[in-house]
């Protein structure tokens, strides 16, 4: 029998990575400190990293070995998931390397090979590697390139090299294929991990298993029943001390053309026929190609920035105002979108798309909102507190899945009122999810690719968002929104043209 889920099910056998280091580039970036160094602990916490593990930084830095490990132990204190074992991080420490070097120069490659190479006798790490760049993208040609000239990047039989690269995949379609272009050169397509880290969070994956392994949604998964589908990435931080990556991408570029993307995939492909890599890929890329924007972008967008004001009782800086930001800077930090999906599936049904900072909360979900049903039998007094059923896959903070419906108020009078059944990770299990990084880090050095985005689905997220970009970049500033509210009026008149509203999450 044809079971897509059996691949979910392979994975239920412990799955622990064999001999391997890895080499991070941009260790002294918040995202090295935050996510990549305490997952890799978490990871070795678990029992899922090889005792001989090596970790090597790379970075212009005028450290020894030690320097970097008081980094990664700091690190791993503050931010690992799971407690601190001074076993577990005397075995880790022991295989950590430092590399001072700077990203162009031949000689640092050449040190870096070296360093390799030893760690291959003395941590018997048998030649494999992945090289973690967690750099700047203007970056990434002149590492791949020293990648290569160094030799660090050839595999051989029986020794694997992969590279891992973060976002931004370029700035547009045109960079981005050019990106791929010199990715694509020196290391063959199976080696490339692209990381989208909503792919690797627990909640995500589940939206699969949610909509696969039940027969409750997919008969009304479709433009006979689902009215519009909202997906919102909101939170609640500014840009914090981002300025340098944030000003000049905007929120569009950050989150709606990947993470956004990947969820509305997820939501609205069809049924893989595994979950091996290539066909979860297929299916996502198909839904991707038949998005259509709608003719008129300037309708059917709108962009933001967030203004000085209050937020939880604390007075917070402007976007303008932030630290390094340029006072005349036309970067949104808020975007909201209305896409359709041009197959029989999908027909007339809208898919919004909305992210921002300084938002009301930090909330992510993806509503699928259905239509009213074809008859109340009912008064109209008797049902104006119902509303569209939903189903709402909470993807964070507050994990699970929200089914809205109507139900009878209790009393004499038949009045029907909107209700949540509610499914919480917390209460329906005991284990804690993992990070996001662990299961990516993790997938990287098992060389497991399916919850890797590969370069035609970033090109075709390109593809859908190049327009609205050029659009924007006509339009001089984004209006201005209140920090802590929802976003700026032409976000609400958008969907209100459409006689919708958005969730207040
Ligand atoms: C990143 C964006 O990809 O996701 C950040 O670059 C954003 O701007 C972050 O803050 C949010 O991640 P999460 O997992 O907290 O939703």
Same mark, same amino acid.
């Given at each position: ?14 799955? =622990? ?27 070795? *916490? ?46 880790? !420490? ?88 010199? %990715? ?24 699969? +298993?949610?909509?696969? $392994? ?14 519009? %589908? ?12 981002? +300025?340098?990556?944030y000003d000049g991408i905007g929120a569009a570029r950050d989150v709606i053309q990947n993470h956004l993307l990947q969820l509305l995939a997820l939501t609205a492909m069809e049924e893989p026929t595994s979950f091996q890599a290539d066909s979860v890929r297929l299916e996502k890329e198909k839904v991707l190609r038949a998005v259509v924007l709608p003719r008129d972008i300037e309708k059917h967008s709108a962009r933001g920035q967030y203004a000085p004001g209050w937020q939880g009782g604390v ?22 979108? &209305?896409?359709?999906?041009?197959? &029989? ?21 993806? +509503? !699928? =909102?259905?239509?009213? +049903? ?13 509303? *569209? *059923?939903?189903? =709402?896959?909470?993807? @964070? ?5 929200? %089914? ?15 209700? *949540? ?14 990070? $996001?990084?662990? &299961? ?15 370069? @035609? ?19 001089? @500033? ?10 700026? @009026? ?12 958005w969730r207040r999450p």
């Amino acid at each position: 029998m044809n079971n897509p889920l059996r691949d979910l099910d392979d994975r239920r056998i412990p799955r =622990v990575a064999g001999p391997c280091g890895l080499v991070i580039f941009g260790v002294t970036g918040d995202l090295a400190r935050k996510k990549v160094m305490p997952a890799i602990y978490d990871l070795a *916490n678990r029992g899922l990293l090889p005792p001989g593990f090596a970790l090597v930084g790379f970075a212009r830095r005028d450290w020894v070995d030690q320097d970097f490990a008081k980094i990664v132990h700091d690190a791993v204190k503050e931010y690992a998931r799971t407690e601190f074992r001074e076993e577990v991080w005397e075995q880790l !420490v022991s295989g950590i390397r430092f590399v001072a070097g700077d990203l162009n120069s031949d000689e640092s490659y050449d040190n870096l090979k070296r360093v390799v190479e030893e760690l291959d006798i003395t941590r018997g790490t048998r030649g494999n590697h992945a090289f973690y760049l967690s750099i700047p993208p203007g970056l990434f040609p002149v590492v791949i390139q020293q990648l290569k000239r160094s030799g660090l990047a050839e595999s051989d039989a029986d020794a694997w090299r992969r590279v891992v690269i973060e976002k931004p995949f370029g700035h547009d379609l045109a960079s981005a294929q050019e990106l791929n272009r010199v %990715v694509g050169e020196v290391f063959p397509s199976g080696s490339v991990f692209r990381i989208d880290h909503y792919l690797g969070k627990e909640t995500v994956q589940n939206m699969m +298993a949610i909509r696969f $392994a039940n027969s409750l949604y997919e008969p009304i998964w479709n433009s006979n029943y689902v009215d519009h %589908v909202q997906i919102t990435m909101a939170e609640d931080i500014g840009i914090g001390g981002r +300025a340098g990556y944030y000003d000049g991408i905007g929120a569009a570029r950050d989150v709606i053309q990947n993470h956004l993307l990947q969820l509305l995939a997820l939501t609205a492909m069809e049924e893989p026929t595994s979950f091996q890599a290539d066909s979860v890929r297929l299916e996502k890329e198909k839904v991707l190609r038949a998005v259509v924007l709608p003719r008129d972008i300037e309708k059917h967008s709108a962009r933001g920035q967030y203004a000085p004001g209050w937020q939880g009782g604390v007075e917070v800086k402007g976007y303008l105002q932030e630290d390094g930001i340029d006072p005349a800077s036309a970067t949104e930090t808020y975007a909201a979108i &209305r896409v359709d999906i041009d197959n &029989r599936r999908w027909a007339g049904v809208p898919f919004y798309l909305r992210a921002g900072k300084r938002l009301g909360r930090r909330v992510t979900e993806v +509503a !699928v =909102v259905f239509k009213r +049903a074809p008859h109340l039998p009912f008064s109209a007094t008797a049902t104006k507190e119902l509303s *569209n *059923n939903a189903v =709402v896959f909470r993807i @964070q903070p507050d994990e699970g899945l929200t %089914v809205r419906f109507g139900s009878k108020v209790p009393g004499t009078a038949l009045e029907v009122r909107d209700v *949540n059944m509610d499914f919480a990770y917390g209460a329906a299990f005991t284990e804690d999810s993992p990070e $996001a990084y662990e &299961r990516l880090i993790l997938d990287v050095l098992l060389g497991d690719p399916p919850l890797f985005p590969r370069h @035609q689905e970033i090109e075709l997220q390109w593809n859908i968002l190049d327009p609205i970009l050029n659009k924007w970049a006509q339009k001089g @500033q984004p209006e201005q929104y209140e920090s802590g509210g929802w976003g700026p @009026q032409s976000a609400i008149d958008m969907l209100a043209r459409d006689g919708r509203m958005w969730r207040r999450p």
